[in-house]
């Protein structure tokens, strides 16, 4: 079964920087979509970053031009580059995946991940 390992966060300052891996072990990630996910306190959890296993991407509205998602198959990990970090970035944040072909619309919907890894909390704070 697929497993899925979080590292990388921890506490920024705004403006400042951190990258968030997610690594997988099991399976190789080479035919699943990937994607990151946060939860902040008392908020539901959002779509961040998906990246498809033919490297389509999305980005939430709220980390367009900030955040990165990118893939290195051969490591089996999914990186998340986050640069001009917000407060509002706080959030609990966890990598998911799924074994299909999603189309671009679908990408980051939560509903159709299957695994889930446990989470690394960031905070951002001034």
């Known amino acids: 079964q697929l497993q899925l390992v979080e590292s990388g966060g921890g506490l920024a300052q705004p403006g400042g920087s951190l990258r968030l891996s997610c690594t997988a072990s099991?399976?190789?990630?080479?035919?699943?979509?990937i994607g990151w996910f946060r939860q902040a306190p008392g908020k539901e959890r959002e779509g961040v970053s998906c990246i498809s296993s033919s490297d389509d991407t999305y980005y939430g509205d709220s980390v367009k031009g900030r955040f990165t998602i990118s893939r290195d198959n051969g490591k089996n990990t999914v990186y998340l580059q986050m640069n001009s970090l917000k407060p509002e970035d706080t959030a609990v944040y966890y990598c998911a995946a799924v074994n299909r072909g999603l189309l671009l619309f679908q990408l980051c919907a939560e509903e159709l991940y299957e695994y889930w890894g446990q989470g690394t909390q960031v905070t951002v704070f001034s």
């Open positions: 099991g399976w190789s990630l080479d035919y699943y979509a």
